[in-house]
């Protein structure tokens, strides 16, 4: 799976007022990203495990995909402070 596909890039915009749903994307996000790493490597013992096939694996991540594209689209994710949006009036 190439990590530049189509398939794994997402319009996120820098500032609140430019989408009324979607996280926040300014700056970097180091946690983010341990979290990420640390959920795919446990894909791969999971299918090491059950002795997944290609096709398992790459169903399995296409999963995780989608999960993490729909929680940003939605604006569940927060990948630093700058993510979150303010509650003001």
């Not at 090491?48 to 169903?59: A, C, G, L, V």
């Amino acid at each position: 799976m190439n990590i530049h596909s189509i398939k794994n890039i997402i319009y996120l915009p820098r500032s609140a007022d430019a989408h009324p749903t979607r996280t926040i994307h300014k700056g970097s996000h180091p946690e983010y990203t341990k979290i990420t790493k640390r959920e795919m490597d446990h894909l791969l013992e999971q299918g090491k495990i059950n002795k997944w096939t290609q096709k398992e694996y790459k169903d399995a991540l296409r999963k995780l995909i989608r999960e993490q594209r729909a929680n940003l689209r939605s604006g569940k994710t927060i990948l630093n402070k700058n993510s979150i949006r303010s509650k003001g009036c």
